[in-house]
């Protein structure tokens, strides 16, 4: 499957003064499979090892560091001749290793010429539990579960995309609106994971009921895989707390106020319990947090409240598994139930967000004035973006926030068309990640 990944490691590999490049990223988004693709179309040949199913590889790197010593190693272990230039070497699973890590500054320093790249689905925990970092010495990049536009690529819906984008530059109505909602409430309940993005496009009837549970197999397989992750590599007077949170998610989600509580994880539960297991779930990539702001003026990291925050789950697919959403569920109607929609809805827009490795705030107070998402645009300013699951869009929120701080205007994510009400401008949830793209700077710019 074609990811916007492909490109960036197209651009590594040119770059004169590239580095090993470290691939982060939670398990089962397609690291693994990203690499290997790029070493068979880009290389003559790609020397895959993975240090967690060969703990010989992880004897290699228990000598010198060396990495005159190192390649001969690693020709013997794949049976594989190592090119500088021609081969890339790929080092999976990388954190089960920390001498091999370390090793990494030692090809950046020592041995350039070779395309060297690590990938690992628990670095982040890896590093912040022992910080063993080559700083300086690597490249490096996240992936991400696929977001919407590379979920449309793997529709072989790339013509309806470039249309997506050209509409969202003009602001003119959509004709293939409905079209385009279709395959957004598909992604709701897909997702972007690769595993079930393709049980879904494999089935017999691709958008039938049994697309859907040959998608929700793969994505329950992937949910107990994190909690296999989690046994394992958490300390294990954690797990049990960790567990915990990573299940609370998708009902605290669900309601009105989305501030995630500790005391809503178990009767009586305080941050001095369980913060350190939120902070072990945000290192593994599989949830992301969105933290408040006192003040929405720039630059908004000034005015975080830290103690402010919500926590979403980083693919919308594996919420909506957890939520045992239905197809039915998702469409357009009214009643009770319909929180979640509004909870799927927001956590699509924060994946389509941290696709583009853009950082969210929000603001507001909980009952009575909240905005969903605050980011500075391309021109610096605070935008306020508010999420509607349907096309109700009355928000006394949005208008609030517009008398007191009186930004250039405010948007509005919803399954309306494209259009321009005052100051609020109406963009329809299929374009959150080209809007990202567009509008919304990455860090480096801001």
Not at 108 to 128: F, H, I, Q
Not at 170 to 190: G, M, Q, T
Not at 299 to 316: C, H, I, M, V
Not at 418 to 429: A, C, H, M, N, R
Request: aromatic share 10%.
């Amino acid at each position: 499957m074609k990811r916007l990944i492909d490109e960036q490691l197209v651009d590594w590999m040119a770059n004169p003064r590239r580095k090993p490049l470290l691939l982060f990223g939670a398990r089962q988004v397609g690291k693994t499979y990203a690499l290997e693709r790029f070493g068979s179309t880009h290389f003559d040949n790609y020397v895959h090892i993975d240090f967690s199913r060969n703990t010989s590889a992880i004897d290699i790197f228990e000598g010198s560091l060396d990495p005159k010593r190192i390649i001969p190693a690693l020709e013997a272990l794949s049976h594989s001749d190592i090119q500088p230039e021609r081969t890339l070497i790929i080092l999976d699973e990388i954190q089960s290793s920390e001498r091999a890590l370390m090793a990494l500054k030692y090809f950046c320093e020592d041995a350039p010429e070779y395309a060297l790249t690590a990938a690992g689905s628990l670095l982040g925990v890896k590093l912040r539990e022992h910080g063993s970092f080559p700083v300086g010495k690597v490249d490096m990049k996240f992936l991400h579960p696929m977001s919407f536009e590379e979920y449309l690529w793997s529709r072989r819906e790339e013509r309806l995309s470039e249309l997506i984008k050209e509409h969202l530059l003009s602001r003119e109505k959509f004709p293939f609106h409905e079209r385009a909602l279709e395959l957004y409430r598909e992604y709701l309940l897909v997702g972007g994971m690769p595993d079930a993005v393709l049980a879904f496009n494999e089935s017999e009837s691709s958008g039938s009921i049994a697309s859907y549970e040959a998608a929700r197999v793969k994505q329950l397989e992937i949910d107990q895989a994190y909690i296999a992750d989690i046994a394992k590599h958490a300390p294990s007077t954690l797990v049990p707390r960790i567990i915990d949170v990573w299940r609370s998610v998708p009902s605290q989600l669900a309601r009105e106020n989305k501030k995630f509580q500790y005391k809503s994880v178990q009767s009586g539960g305080r941050a001095s319990v369980y913060e350190e297991s939120v902070a072990w779930l945000i290192s593994a990539a599989v949830v992301e947090k969105c933290v408040k702001v006192t003040e929405p003026v720039a630059p908004l990291g000034n005015f975080e409240d830290t103690t402010s925050f919500k926590l979403y789950r980083a693919d919308t697919g594996l919420l909506s598994a957890s939520m045992q959403v239905l197809p039915n569920d998702i469409l357009p109607q009214s009643g009770k139930a319909s929180s979640f929609r509004g909870a799927l809805a927001e956590n699509y827009v924060m994946q389509q967000f941290c696709s583009e490795n853009i950082k969210t705030y929000y603001w507001g107070v909980p009952s009575k004035q909240e905005i969903d998402f605050l980011a500075r645009n391309k021109a610096g300013d605070i935008i306020p973006m508010e999420v509607k699951s349907g096309d109700n869009v009355r928000s006394n929120s949005l208008d609030g926030f517009r008398r007191k701080y009186e930004p250039p205007y405010v948007v509005r994510f919803s399954t309306k068309n494209f259009g321009t009400d005052k100051f609020v401008q109406s963009i329809p949830l299929y374009t959150a990640c080209y809007y990202a793209k567009e509008f919304i700077p990455s860090p480096s710019f801001v």
